[in-house]
């Protein structure tokens, strides 16, 4: 019944990768050759060639505001079997975090990603503490293996729009 | 004109009583200081710079990042000698003031002065270098006054550990009669990436393509670049064409002119890279490479050059070499307003002048002389 109702929920759920404002993503401890646009964009997300990975270290910082406010259902790590990241932080509506302050606030949740996670079975979040998510952070803190460099091959976010207005969309009303 | 908020952290320690660097190395830096200040707020109006100090008493910030110029000068009169670096925790502070910086859109950047002996071991070093490489942050070293053995070698291991894309540089300055601040206005760190937009280049310090500066002779420059860009684009085609002609009808120059257009790909190469590299001059350049034999029509290499002036000759005979493309006549007929649009564009030159209008005819002429001589027709005369 529950999964009944789980799948139910997730039809109507969209992939919230068109309201991502992609001028203020951010990502730290990227490799400048394997940046954050080959795991989150359309496109270069399902090319498993593709990947995001991490440079100094294995962690990995992830900023994503959008362009209206939503709601978040679940999320899709994709990544290899080894190098693929294992806990992942996520922290709502929290701006320009730094690698020094992400384990000052509790997070919004985390998520201890499995083998199948890594193959695209989503994770489904505690709906209730993303009901207005201007902006998400992703912080993955280690990976799979405990190797040097994490790699990501694909970051799918799925939930709703919450009805805001769109200002693009508004319309000079005709004098009569 | 990169956004950016740059924290210069200064050696204040005893090291810098000495007097290798005119009038004393604290003095030296402190011009240093000035003119990085100077050139990075006037790069980009909304960069901002602070200082702190990290000897003395211990680390003290002496301005957070500023856009005021005035107050960063102001601080440096107040600074005193005294104590041991401790460069460490100065580049920890750096890195915390930048963090706090208010505009996050900029990009981080520390510029650190290394007078005295650095303490630290290696890998000390370079943990510290991967934290800033985490947090993007790029680190400018200069390393001037005090040369112990170890010393560069520990900062080049700081530098690659921060270096992400070469945005982190090293200098280093040894004693001498020159200033501090007048070695280091050549260097990247003043430079952003080499190629400073806003201070005088050093001479010769600069790699152009051909020998030329661009700045100095835009148009030679120009038609140099296009003519070799042609020149490729018609052996890439010639190599195709004669691969094809090869079974088709003998043309007895063919084959000596497909191995001499082969040869003249790696000759024009090299040249180009000698011409670069000794800076030869740029009409001996094209001369050398209009020397290679073995074209099909050589009666091309006469043009009526009398009535054009002498840039107008070299950019002329740079045109001739791109008009030689047999195989591909749209692209060239093409070329051909591009050619007009781009003398019309030259400073030095007046599309409306009877020479270049003489000039831009006699090579209509040609191309279509070699459109007729592909259909196995002997060449015409050019008007």
């Known amino acids: 019944m529950s999964t009944e109702s789980a799948s139910a929920i997730q039809k109507s759920q969209v992939d919230l990768v068109d309201f991502v404002d992609w001028s203020g993503v951010e990502c730290l401890n990227q490799n400048s050759s394997h940046s954050l646009p080959n795991a989150l964009k359309q496109g270069y997300r399902e090319d498993d060639g593709l990947n995001l990975e991490s440079d100094a270290d294995e962690q990995l910082l992830i900023y994503i505001p959008f362009t209206q406010v939503v709601k978040l259902y679940s999320v899709v790590v994709k990544g290899p079997e080894e190098e693929g990241p294992k806990t992942v932080k996520l922290f709502s509506n929290k701006e320009h975090m730094g690698f020094s302050n992400v384990n000052e606030f509790p997070p919004s949740d985390t998520a201890i990603l499995s083998p199948d996670n890594l193959k695209e079975k989503p994770v489904v979040l505690k709906y209730v503490k993303f009901q207005n998510v201007r902006s998400l952070t992703i912080f993955i803190e280690d990976n799979q293996s405990g190797s040097d460099i994490t790699k990501v091959q694909k970051i799918a976010l799925f939930g709703t729009t919450v009805e805001t207005t769109d200002m693009k969309g508004l319309k000079k009303i005709e004098d009569h | 004109m990169v956004l950016e908020a740059t924290m210069i952290c200064i050696d204040n320690s005893e090291w810098m009583r000495n ?15 000035n003119l990085i200040c100077g050139a990075k707020t006037q790069s ?33 009169h107040d600074v005193e000698m005294g104590g041991e670096m401790n460069m460490a925790a ?92 007048d070695v280091l206005i050549s260097t990247p760190v003043l430079n952003g990436e080499g190629g400073g937009s806003d201070l005088p280049a050093a001479a010769g310090g600069n790699d152009f393509d051909f020998g030329v500066d661009p700045n100095l002779d835009p148009e030679l420059a120009l038609a140099l670049r296009v003519s070799m860009e042609e020149e490729r684009a018609r052996q890439e085609a010639a190599a195709k064409r004669a691969a094809e002609e090869s079974a088709r009808q003998e043309k007895v120059e063919e084959p000596s002119s497909n191995s001499q257009d082969a040869t003249m790909v790696d000759s024009a190469d090299d040249r180009a890279s000698e011409a670069s590299g000794n800076n030869t001059d740029p009409v001996q350049a094209i001369t050398l490479s209009m020397q290679t034999p073995g074209h099909n029509d050589p009666s091309v290499h006469d043009v009526d050059m009398s009535e054009a002036t002498h840039e107008e000759e070299e950019l002329a005979i740079a045109l001739q070499m791109s008009m030689k493309d047999e195989s591909d006549m749209s692209k060239v007929l093409e070329d051909q307003s591009f050619v007009s649009s781009v003398l019309a564009s030259l400073p030095g030159v007046d599309p409306n002048d009877p020479s270049v209008k003489d000039l831009l005819a006699s090579l209509q002429g040609q191309s279509e002389s070699e459109q007729k001589k592909k259909e196995d027709e002997p060449p015409n005369d050019e008007k």
């Open chain 2, 90 to 181: 100065g580049i920890q502070v750096a890195q915390l003031a930048l963090k706090h910086r208010q505009n996050k859109n900029q990009q981080q950047r520390i510029i650190v002065f290394a007078g005295s002996p650095v303490k630290y071991d290696k890998r000390v070093l370079e943990v510290i270098g991967k934290t800033l490489k985490k947090n993007s942050v790029a680190l400018d070293i200069v390393n001037f006054g005090e040369e112990d053995g170890r010393k560069p070698e520990k900062l080049e291991a700081l530098l690659s550990a921060v270096n992400n894309n070469d945005s982190s540089h090293i200098v280093h300055i040894p004693p001498g009669p020159n200033a501090l601040s």
């Open chain 2, 19 to 33: 007097g290798d660097y005119s009038p004393c190395r604290f003095q030296a830096q402190a011009d240093a200081v």
């Open chain 2, 44 to 76: 980009n109006p909304e960069n901002t710079v602070g200082i702190l100090t990290m000897a003395g008493r211990g680390v003290r910030v002496l301005t957070t990042p500023t856009t005021d110029l005035g107050k960063i000068l102001a601080c440096m």
